[in-house]
């Protein structure tokens, strides 16, 4: 298909190992998206790429987590030493550009892959 | 920071109209955006509104904004149970796009 694409769909780790989630965006979409949806937190930014620009990691909850973007397409998020709290539903999306123009602001999100950390 | 807030649950009788509403704090946001939620996948833009309008209807949708008291609100007329799902209000906040909690609907039959 030609969504924004996300695996594992699930992801069940013991607590202090590392996990790598990974999104495939639409092609051709210059920014890519993390978030974390937990339980009663509602949708909480983490990261994002634009093109070749360095990317904002203002959101991201403390230095376990990181990400990369290769190539400009496919990104990774990475956990080490997974916690408890980290249990979270991890959301990418993509979008055309970062552009002013609303619609070519919108964001394509993937199912999302549910990390539950024992 | 910026803050975007909306309350949790809604439920609303089958043929009836929803109205979620929605509050955010940056007077500056230039884009306001309602996306939708459905079990099991991701969120899809529903629509969105530049923050020079009042009101933008796209079919069963309202969009509502008072920039005076930052207040946005989705009106969906004739809610059926497809439109059973979670609705995030979001804002513009310079290259990002800041999300709300997410308002849960709940269509009773």
């Known amino acids: 298909g030609a969504g924004v694409s996300q695996s594992p769909s699930n992801k069940v780790t013991e607590k202090g190992k590392d996990v790598e989630l990974r999104c495939d965006p639409i092609s051709g979409h210059t920014a890519l998206y993390w978030y974390r949806q937990s339980l009663g937190q509602g949708l909480e930014f983490l990261i994002y790429?634009?093109?070749?620009?360095?990317?904002?990691k203002s959101g991201l909850p403390s230095d376990r987590f990181s990400a990369e973007r290769t190539g400009g397409s496919v990104s990774t998020l990475t956990i080490q030493r997974t916690q408890q709290e980290d249990s979270a539903v991890y959301l990418c999306a993509s979008s055309l550009s970062m552009a002013v123009i609303g619609v070519d602001n919108e964001q394509f999100f993937g199912p999302g892959t549910r990390l539950t950390v024992l | 920071g910026e803050d975007v807030e909306q309350s949790l649950f809604l439920s609303v009788r089958e043929g009836d109209s929803s109205v979620i509403n929605c509050t955010y704090t940056d007077s500056s946001s230039t884009y306001l955006y309602w996306y939708k939620q459905e079990p099991g996948a991701g969120l899809q833009l529903l629509t969105y509104?530049?923050?020079?309008?009042d009101m933008k209807q796209d079919q069963r949708l309202t969009v509502l904004l008072n920039k005076k008291d930052k207040h946005l609100s989705l009106r969906i007329a004739d809610t059926q149970t497809g439109d059973s799902a979670i609705y995030f209000c979001a804002e513009k906040d310079g290259d990002k796009i800041i999300f709300g909690k997410g308002t849960r609907l709940h269509i009773l039959p």
């Open positions: 509104i530049f923050s020079n309008m």
């Open positions: 790429f634009q093109g070749n620009s360095a990317p904002d």
